[in-house]
Nanobody
Framework: AQLVESGGGLVQPGGSLILSCTDSGFTLENYPIGWFRQAPGNERETVSCISSYAGSTYYADSVKGRFTISRDRANNTVYLQMNRLKPEDTAVYYC?????????????????????WGQGTQVTVAS
């Protein structure tokens, strides 16, 4: 897989961004996809994940109600819609794909279970 994230940038608190994760080789719908973030000096944090075929989703408590993960089958893309952004959301955001074997209807919450990672996209929330 060659995952590519895009959509990061600078946004004011309370604003919105949509991150995209695409891949030229894998059909993303067939695999669990996770979004993770890492701020300077912090450990990597699980933000959200979606199981294969969008059977289930997970959100960290810190983003629940503000972020939405979704799939676009036609464009082989997974999105992370981020609303009501806060300065503490500032980080490099990564998407990751769990390669086989996978469990249907389940997306892993830990980054170590994902074998393929994108290069990351910077999200900065500041006024």
């Amino acid at each position: 897989a060659q995952l590519v994230e895009s959509g990061g940038g600078l946004v004011q608190p309370g604003g919105s961004l949509i991150l995209s994760c695409t891949d030229s080789g894998f059909t993303l719908e067939n695999y669990p996809i996770g979004w993770f973030r890492q701020a300077p000096g912090n450990e990597r944090e699980t933000v959200s994940c979606i199981s294969s075929y969008a059977g289930s989703t997970y959100y960290a408590d810190s983003v629940k109600g503000r972020f939405t993960i979704s799939r676009d089958r036609a464009n082989n893309t997974v999105y992370l819609q981020m609303n009501r952004l806060k300065p503490e959301d500032t980080a490099v955001y990564y998407c990751a794909l769990q390669g086989p074997p996978i469990r249907l209807g389940v997306c892993p919450k830990t980054g170590s279970e994902y074998g393929y990672w994108g290069q990351g996209t910077q999200v900065t929330v500041a006024s």
